[in-house]
């Protein structure tokens, strides 16, 4: 099989389709040459098989033929030589993954160009300044991606040139300055590496794509692929390009553009553009932009036949394209085009805009609801759920509104001191002159991005929108020297609160109080849309221990609590001392009558709850968590101790703390074991649940009530306790007429409980999968340390795919509860099954629990319309069918 294929190459399928093997990037240029017949400028890719066979043992065999053979054929079609001395053929190396990964990975423009052939370029194209221009920015490219020379050693020569002129724009820079300019960069990459600047065109070439290959497995791409769950073993393709320059005089140009508005979803096309300039001058942010205006003011036909090409993108993708283009002395190039990246509030509007279609007669398109239910994501609604200011501050300065929702935290200005300060506990504001891929570290923590530089497809915006960080870019007012900024008359030091509007573009001096958004119109709209898809298929409640927490949840929709965990209870401030006297009774009486104190403000918890969800079913847990937990730590106390004494309540709590000390207390005496050893407490809880229910059930009211027993390993355990509660059932609602609505379960979350699911079943009208502990006991992972040390190192280094305590493991955990919902249901084919822990609110996991054939998911209450949307994308994705 080839490992490169030319952009016209004839594939048996559409190109768009082959992603896999072309690469995002290379996909959409094949589509665009050899589908849409667009003006693409020509080239290859050298495909993921090529970067696979690379990452898995050195340069393939057999590359550096084909890769020649391909650009004999680019010389044939452009009439020119790559490195030809008279008139020279130059080539960019892009990088482009099956999913994109904007800024992630490298890029190595205007390669062919050595000592010999920029004399050639000068003389082709009559524009000295153009070919040194040309020059300049190859080697430094050059040395800075493939041959690893700091970036600041070519940038700073740079600056101290155009400060020393008087001038701030790069295209003022007379050819006399850019020759000596490119003699000092010769000089920096001999003095950083002991070795020239490669003057051997084919040996450029094959560097730079060595580049790319290896930069798949940097750190910043790791970085990214780890936070969008993107596997590491795709590997990228390479195109290789015919350069086209939008920096050879005043008639030349480049851009970005966007088919709609990114930001707001508006039918109307956007994008940033620069006279006389380079592409990285556009996304880098180093100069400020125009927009499409200023695009039709300079070059009008060339803003028509653009327009057009976007129409026809758009109908050809059935969505919003983004694309890169460039003018060359008048010409139009396309350079890249992909389905964009867009704001929360953008994909809400074209996804229920596209319903309604777009176009006119023939050319009209439209999509169907379940395909616009598809094309928003979880982080899209959570992006439309951001908080915004309540009131109004000082604004200091104003920027562009790039990716939306507010922000407040302390102003770091290095992407390495906001990583340690966010890791010390403090809400970071990142603060930079512009963003590149270097500060992707500090980027990810941020709760808010500000460049004084850049435009609204910088790479500050673009990474901030994907991510749903609010960021306000362009800030030029931001003037930043050192660890301060100055704005508005005032100076803003490292450590100082600002706060941002990434809606408005407005940078507010100190710490704003927030306010939780409104979301648009077209929410609603989507998620009504999801309902319909997902009724009677799959539900989704909510955890919840607090009727405002319920109340919250059924706002959000949730059709019920799937996971009341009663502990929290018990931690309230009033509640706690009550907690510890019933652990330190020494007779029955203490013990009853702590319990007894316990039962009236359980019961009215209780009541709260079931009135807020009334009608719709309430899982309530009893006491999981073992009672060392409700106790003052054994450390504190002895401290304590030693330095100050302990009183004689503080000596009982100790001997307490002691007692119920547990070398591994998450399987020690923890749920249906503590109802073992403590038999009272269990019955207290049921009798509060039972006469709250009996007490709204007198006021008209309908709770339905399902009692759960936590950490069940076989049937007698699930028996037991069973009894205790059928016990206070009875005796809660033996003089009512109409009883409630009550049910007992259990829950799964041992591997020997989801195996044995079917003697469990026996005695349980219910199962809810708690993926929490059956993860942790699954992989022998402990959830409260494995986060911050073992498990950033096992995803860096590809030893696990996903965050198992994120997303469900299909083969470990994922298995245990398919095999457990089977195996309950082949005893009690109508056993109702839902899942409790984190992973009912993750988009990934909800499509395995759908297969598994579960009732129900439940997740935090703001996690509610995800599961809503995710629930009818399974299903959707699935062809409408369960297992």
């Known amino acids: 099989m080839p490992l490169t294929y030319a952009f016209d190459h004839t594939h048996r ?18 589509e665009m040459t050899s589908v849409l017949k667009l003006p693409v400028p020509p080239g290859f890719t050298i495909s993921t098989d090529a970067c696979r066979a690379y990452m898995a043992g050195g340069w393939p065999d057999g590359l550096d033929a084909e890769v020649a053979k391909q650009v004999a054929k680019l010389e044939r079609t452009m009439g020119r030589r790559l490195g030809d001395p008279a008139d020279p053929l130059l080539v960019s190396v892009r990088s482009g993954a099956k999913f994109s990964m904007p800024g992630m990975m490298d890029t190595v423009l205007n390669l062919g160009l050595n000592d010999r052939s920029v004399k050639g370029l000068a003389a082709a ?45 790069d295209a003022a820079l007379p050819a006399t300055e850019l020759k000596q300019l490119c003699e000092r960069y010769k000089r920096v990459v001999k003095d950083a590496t002991g070795r020239a600047f490669p003057q051997d065109p084919m040996k450029q070439l094959r560097g730079a794509v060595e580049a790319v290959f290896s930069s798949w497995n940097g750190a910043r791409a790791i970085a990214y692929r780890v936070r969008e769950r993107i596997s590491h073993d795709l590997g990228t393709a390479v195109n290789v390009q015919t350069m086209v320059f939008g920096n050879r005089d005043d008639n030349s ?9 990114a930001a707001t979803g508006e039918n109307k096309p956007y994008g940033d553009f620069l006279v006389n300039a380079q592409g990285e001058d556009v996304v880098a942010g180093i100069r400020n932009t125009e927009d499409l205006e200023a695009l039709h003011r300079h070059f009008p036909g060339i803003h028509g036949e653009l327009l057009a090409i976007f129409a026809r993108l758009e109908r050809h993708y059935r969505d919003m ?11 139009l190039w396309m350079l890249q085009t992909r389905v964009g990246k867009r704001t929360g509030a953008a994909a809400l509007r074209m996804a229920v805009d596209m319903t309604a279609g777009s176009g006119k007669g023939a050319a009209k398109w439209k999509i169907s609801k379940q395909e616009a239910i598809g094309r928003v994501t979880a982080d899209n609604l959570d992006a439309v759920l951001h908080p915004q200011f309540a009131g109004t501050g000082r604004v200091i300065a104003s920027g562009l509104a790039a990716s939306p929702g507010a922000a407040v935290g302390k102003v770091y200005f290095t992407a390495d001191d906001a990583a340690a300060a966010a890791h010390r506990g403090e809400k970071v504001i990142l603060v930079r002159s512009e963003t590149s891929p270097e500060d992707i570290h500090g980027m990810m923590v941020a709760q808010g991005i500000l460049t004084a530089r850049g435009g609204l497809v910088s790479h500050a915006a673009v990474v901030a929108r994907g991510w749903g960080t609010p960021a306000v870019v362009g800030a030029e007012g931001v003037k930043i020297s050192g660890a301060s900024f100055t704005a508005g008359g005032v100076t803003v030091d490292e450590g100082d609160m600002i706060s941002l509007d990434g809606s408005t573009g407005q940078v507010v001096l100190g710490e704003m109080p927030l306010v939780a958004s409104d979301p648009p119109a077209e929410f609603d709209v989507i998620l009504g849309w999801s309902d319909t898809i997902r009724k009677g298929k799959l539900g989704v409640r909510a955890n919840a221990d607090t009727g405002e927490d319920a109340g919250n949840a059924r706002r959000l929709g949730a059709e019920g609590i799937g996971l009341c965990r009663t502990e929290h209870m018990f931690l309230a401030p009033d509640r706690l001392p009550v907690v510890r006297r019933m652990i330190l009774a020494s007779t029955s009486d203490e013990e009853e009558a702590a319990l007894a104190e ?10 709260e709850i079931l009135d807020a969800m009334d009608g719709l079913p309430v899982t309530v847990r009893l006491l999981d968590p073992p009672l060392h937990e409700f106790l003052p730590s054994i450390e504190e106390l002895r401290v304590k101790e030693a330095t100050t004494g302990l009183d004689a309540e503080d000596k009982e709590l100790l001997a307490a703390a002691e007692s119920w000390a547990e070398h591994n207390p998450m399987l020690g005496t923890r749920g249906v074991r503590l109802g073992v050893v403590k038999p009272r407490l269990y019955g207290m809880q049921v009798r509060a649940l039972m ?12 709770p339905v009530v399902e009692v759960m027993i936590p950490l069940t390993v076989n049937r007698e355990e699930l028996a037991l306790a069973r009894s205790w509660v059928e016990e206070e059932i009875e005796l809660a609602t033996k003089r009512l007429r109409k009883k409630p609505d009550i049910t007992i379960g259990t829950m799964i979350e041992t591997p020997r409980a989801a ?16 993926t929490n502990d059956l993860t942790q006991m699954t992989f022998g992972f402990s959830r409260d340390d494995v986060e911050s040390r073992l498990m950033p190192a096992y995803l860096e280094q590809g030893l696990l795919k996903r965050n198992p305590f994120e997303t469900i493991d299909q083969t470990g955990v994922g298995e245990l509860v398919r095999i457990g919902a089977d195996r309950g249901r082949a005893t009690k084919p109508k056993l109702k099954l839902g899942v409790c822990g984190e992973h009912g609110g993750d988009p990934e996991s909800i499509g395995l629990f759908y297969d598994a054939g579960l009732d129900y998911v439940s997740c935090s209450p703001f996690r509610v319309p995800i599961a809503r949307l995710a629930a009818a994308q399974a299903i959707v994705g699935r062809g409408g069918e369960s297992k």
């Not at 140009?253 to 508005?261: A, D, L, S």
């Open 253 to 261: 140009g480049t851009g970005v553009g966007f088919t709609r508005n």
């Open 598 to 607: 316990l039962l009236d403000v359980q019961r009215a918890d209780f009541e």
């Open 13 to 30: 399928r559409p190109p768009m389709e082959m992603k896999d093997l072309l690469g995002g990037k290379g996909a959409n240029l094949a």
């Open 125 to 169: 194209t009559g524009d000295e300044r153009f070919a040194y221009d040309s020059y300049r920015r190859v080697v430094a490219m050059y040395g800075r991606i493939v041959l690893d020379v700091d970036g600041a050693r070519f940038e700073h020569p740079l600056e101290e040139l155009k400060e020393r002129l008087g001038i701030t724009n």
């Open 321 to 331: 394209c983004d694309t890169e283009f460039t003018i060359e002395q008048g010409r």
């Open 691 to 702: 006469e709250a229910a009996a007490n709204l059930r007198k006021r008209g009211k309908n």
């Open 755 to 770: 195996l044995r699911a079917d003697e469990i079943a026996e005695e349980a009208d219910f199962f809810s999968f708690g």
